[in-house]
């Protein structure tokens, strides 16, 4: 197949021979439908198909890094990082352009890739990030107070809904807003 499509980038004084150019893989890539229905019930059906194609492997960086870092926390047992990470996703539901692991991405990230900058966070994904806040936070303040078995399993169902974010773009919460809000969804 030879290089064509790939590029070579230097990263901390390595050069990287084989990176691929984000935007031709993704464009060449077929996104399942399950995908696509996936990523309208989070709130992104203003998107087209080439345009879900696109931002199907960058939508997953935050979900992705949030996921790791959760699951460092919790076995660390870490009150002070399971919070952090509550107050991430918070920022997620009160800043729609600036979650901060979206910035993370979209500052710096996305550049060594010549990926697409992520949209704003639509309203059913920023719900999932209230539901994380909240279980993160109540992790945190578990393991603080000594119920470990607490922490874990409000920390782990965020961090297992993390992960079938990531390999899926399925979205707990963004189905739990539809089961909840399916009259102003419809609209």
């Known amino acids: 197949m030879g290089n064509r499509g790939l590029r070579s980038a230097w990263v901390y004084g390595a050069e990287l021979v084989q990176i691929p150019d984000m935007k031709r893989w993704t464009q060449m890539a077929g996104l ?7 990523l309208d019930n989070q709130g992104f059906c203003g998107l087209d198909d080439e345009m879900k194609s696109r931002y199907a ?3 997953r960086f935050t979900p992705a890094v949030a996921t790791a870092l959760v699951v460092v926390g919790l076995v660390l047992q870490s009150p002070i990082l399971l919070g952090s990470m509550a107050l991430v996703t918070l920022s997620g539901v009160l800043f729609p352009r600036c979650m901060v692991l979206d ?14 900058a992520l949209p704003p966070t639509p309203t059913p994904r920023r719900f999932s990030y209230g539901i994380s806040t909240i279980w993160l936070a109540g992790s945190a303040v578990s393991f603080h107070y000594g119920l470990p078995v607490l922490g874990f399993i409000l920390g782990a169902t965020v961090a297992i809904g993390g992960a079938i974010l990531t390999v899926t773009l399925w979205c707990l919460g963004s189905w739990i807003y539809h089961l909840f809000f399916r009259s102003a969804t419809n609209k």
């Open 32 to 38: 399942p439908d399950s995908a696509k229905v996936n």
């Open 103 to 116: 910035l993370v991405y979209n500052l710096g990230v996305r550049h060594l890739f010549g990926a697409p």
């Open 57 to 59: 492997l960058p939508l």
